[in-house]
């Protein structure tokens, strides 16, 4: 996908579309709709309705927290009428608070679905690692004072790689039924003042990436040594854990999906690195029978199991 192109304003798009969108998460209480709060969910079917011109019900690729951000989340519906592309995406946005955008939208195979036909998700989680507090980046990273050494922190959480029971990482509220989950990688890198965990897994229990977060910062200011991720794994107890992570640092930057869907490939977010070069898409999947099976699976007709 190249960063400039025109919209077609002629066509009208027919069948299931697949969207992605943005978000800063800040005033959001969460992507799924709520009835006492704003959530992302509940901003995007009321804009696309109004497109529309009827009610639309959508599902996503993952649901993120109260103030958790997104550069690619990514949304599939049935559009109850035929809009064009340039319709559906300026209409949207044109309805949609400053804070939320659609970036693409395209047709997708009805056996599509944007949550169960996840291959894999990626998140980057960002320190900003300086004494003075952040102004600019405020909203969207997390300030550490005290120095972070990323070395020691990625030796550390290289423990974290493989099929593993995360019990110590899940929140106690965490409704998944099984506690295993597979992580692809886990890189931590430091770019300037910048502390970047960049991780990628089958799916992730609820505030995992945070609890692991704040994990992989005491080991960074020393407070504990290289094998205390392995430990924490090892006691299967969240409450042998560290503290959670501010929401504010976490970054939903990529989904991907079986090549056959050829979804839209862009810069990985958030925009704040830029810089280090990165495309979506580009690192291979793992080779292995879990992401096998869910290549062959068909979604056609499927609802999202979950309220």
Same mark, same amino acid.
């Given at each position: 996908?190249?960063?400039?192109?025109?919209?077609?304003?002629?066509?009208?798009?027919?069948?299931? =579309?697949?969207?992605? !969108?943005?978000? *800063?998460?800040?005033?959001?209480?969460?992507?799924?709709?709520?009835?006492?709060?704003?959530?992302?969910?509940?901003?995007?079917?009321?804009? =696309?309705?109004?497109?529309?011109?009827?009610? !639309?019900?959508?599902?996503?690729?993952?649901?993120?927290?109260?103030?958790?951000?997104?550069?690619?989340?990514?949304?599939?519906?049935?559009?109850?009428?035929?809009?064009?592309?340039?319709? +559906?995406?300026?209409?949207?946005?044109?309805? =949609?608070?400053? *804070?939320?955008?659609?970036? +693409?939208?395209?047709? %997708?195979?009805?056996?599509?679905?944007?949550?169960?036909?996840?291959?894999?998700?990626?998140?980057?989680?960002?320190?900003?690692?300086?004494?003075?507090?952040? !102004?600019?980046?405020?909203?969207?990273?997390?300030?550490?004072?005290?120095? =972070?050494?990323?070395?020691?922190?990625?030796?550390?959480?290289?423990?974290?790689?493989?099929?593993?029971?995360?019990?110590?990482?899940?929140?106690?509220?965490?409704?998944?039924?099984?506690?295993?989950?597979?992580?692809?990688?886990?890189? %931590?890198?430091?770019?300037?003042? @910048?502390?970047?965990?960049?991780?990628?897994?089958? /799916?992730?229990?609820?505030?995992?990436?945070?609890?692991?977060?704040?994990?992989?910062?005491?080991?960074?200011?020393?407070?504990?040594?290289?094998?205390?991720?392995?430990? @924490?794994?090892?006691?299967?107890?969240?409450?042998?854990?560290?503290?959670?992570?501010? /929401?504010?640092?976490?970054?939903?930057? *990529?989904?991907?999906?079986?090549?056959?869907?050829?979804?839209?490939?862009?810069?990985?977010?958030?925009?704040?690195?830029?810089?280090?070069?990165? +495309?979506?898409?580009?690192?291979?999947?793992?080779?292995?029978?879990?992401?096998?099976?869910?290549?062959?699976?068909?979604?056609?007709?499927?609802?999202?199991?979950?309220?």
């Amino acid at each position: 996908m190249t960063l400039y192109y025109h919209f077609d304003e002629t066509t009208p798009l027919t069948g299931r =579309l697949a969207m992605g !969108v943005e978000y *800063d998460g800040t005033r959001f209480c969460g992507f799924q709709r709520l009835k006492h709060a704003p959530s992302v969910q509940g901003a995007l079917e009321e804009a =696309l309705a109004r497109v529309a011109g009827a009610p !639309v019900h959508l599902y996503a690729s993952g649901r993120t927290d109260s103030g958790v951000h997104a550069t690619r989340q990514v949304i599939h519906f049935d559009p109850p009428t035929a809009r064009s592309e340039k319709a +559906w995406i300026f209409g949207a946005n044109s309805n =949609l608070p400053r *804070d939320l955008a659609i970036r +693409w939208v395209k047709p %997708v195979a009805d056996d599509f679905h944007s949550r169960l036909g996840a291959l894999a998700r990626r998140y980057r989680y960002i320190f900003l690692n300086q004494l003075s507090r952040p !102004v600019m980046e405020r909203h969207n990273v997390t300030w550490c004072r005290d120095p =972070l050494d990323a070395p020691a922190m990625h030796r550390a959480a290289q423990a974290l790689v493989g099929e593993h029971d995360f019990s110590s990482f899940r929140a106690a509220g965490c409704q998944s039924k099984s506690p295993w989950r597979q992580m692809h990688f886990c890189e %931590v890198n430091r770019f300037g003042p @910048l502390v970047v965990i960049d991780i990628q897994g089958n /799916a992730f229990l609820h505030h995992m990436i945070r609890n692991i977060a704040g994990a992989l910062a005491s080991v960074g200011r020393g407070a504990r040594g290289e094998s205390y991720i392995k430990e @924490l794994l090892d006691k299967r107890s969240r409450r042998e854990g560290d503290v959670t992570a501010p /929401a504010c640092g976490l970054h939903f930057v *990529d989904s991907i999906y079986d090549e056959r869907f050829e979804l839209p490939r862009e810069p990985l977010g958030p925009n704040l690195l830029a810089f280090t070069g990165e +495309w979506s898409g580009e690192r291979a999947l793992p080779d292995n029978a879990r992401i096998a099976a869910r290549r062959k699976l068909s979604f056609a007709g499927a609802l999202d199991p979950r309220p």
